[in-house]
């Protein structure tokens, strides 16, 4: 069941990606909560995915918020790499083929609400 939801926060990722221009303004992305700050933070999604290669910081899709998306760390934190995400698509805990990478820069200042 939780693969499930996990293929189903991933479609909604993905879909947005192909749905927000690049250039898109505050709040016409995802929000993210960064669990570390405990805040939220807009988005901007890009409109490409990314190869397999390089640092990424997993996303996570059992957040609070409105889309649920959660990571553990933000701007300004050691472990945050810029908004390279990875998403366990086959939730085996480890990045591989299967997953999905993609750019997703967060917003400042974060705040306390979604």
């Known amino acids: 069941m939780k693969s499930k939801w996990m293929l189903l926060g991933l479609v909604l990722v993905l879909s947005l990606a192909f749905a927000v221009p690049a250039f898109a303004g505050r709040g016409d992305g995802p929000i993210i909560y960064v669990k570390s700050q405990g805040l939220y933070y807009d988005s901007i999604i890009t409109a490409e995915a990314l190869p397999a290669k390089g640092r990424f910081q997993k996303l996570e899709m059992d957040g609070p918020g409105p889309f649920g998306l959660q ?44």
């Not at 366990?88 to 993609?102: L, S, T």
């Open 71 to 114: 990571t553990e760390f933000g701007p300004g934190d050691q472990g945050y790499v810029g908004g390279r995400w990875w998403i366990d698509a086959n939730g085996n805990g480890e990045m591989d083929a299967q997953d999905a990478y993609f750019s997703c820069p967060l917003l400042g200042p974060g705040r306390t609400y979604p």
